[in-house]
């Protein structure tokens, strides 16, 4: 189910930032092996020109990073396409994520009619990404937090997203994941990161896949509040 956004006419025309630039994108994501419906769906809905800065808007739909202020990305579509994937396999109703940036992750997943809480280290970002979301009628749950602790009050999640990379799996994070529930995560160094794919199991071990190379910007520690 794709949850109803409130747009505007540039979000729906046919020029650089509209519905036909959104269909060409999806091509590209069904091209690089992108199959699920539901994920195609909700990309095609979220309009992401609206997480960027205007100057970059008429870039928003090709499939790549871009510079969202602060040293930080908002994450290339594809990897925000497969790292969806990879938390719907288990069946998610609360989902967390670590790195709320632009909030375009988060608005994927809320479009999904997943129920979203993100924590952002930056204050800056998460104001900004906190009207986004708000401006497109989407609700989501956000904290300006060092996400690397979680969010214990709300704890247990379904599924777990990490949007920014650490040297290692991040321990207080698998434990805030419910029987069953799925942690997507960036891990390892800036030249060598693994998007791992970790489940826990009903008796609390984990079993873990890696789901190819990618490049984060680093999880970092505290918080910073402009
Ligand atoms: N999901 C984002 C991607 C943003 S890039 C999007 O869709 O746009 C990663 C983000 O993680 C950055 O905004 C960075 O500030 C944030 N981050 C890094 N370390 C963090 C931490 N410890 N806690 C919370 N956020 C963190």
Redesign the pocket.
Known sequence: MIARLRLQPADVGLGMTGQRARDRLIEDLRAAGIADERVLNAIRTVPRHR?VDEALASRAYENNALP?G?G????QPYV?AKMTEALLAAAPTRVL??????????AVLAALGLEVYT????GA?LRTARKRLRALGLQVRSRH????IGWPEEAPFDAILV??AAPALVEALLEQLAPGGMLVAPVGPSAGQSLLRVQRQADGSCVQSDLGPVI??????GLVDR
Do not use: C, K, N
Request: charged share 15%; hydrophobic share 45%.
């Open positions: 997480f969202i602060h930080q990305t908002i994450s925000v994520e670590v790195g709320t940036g632009s909030g375009y992750q988060a924590v952002e280290r930056i970002l937090d060092d996400g690397r949007t920014a984060f910007v680093p999880l970092l520690a």
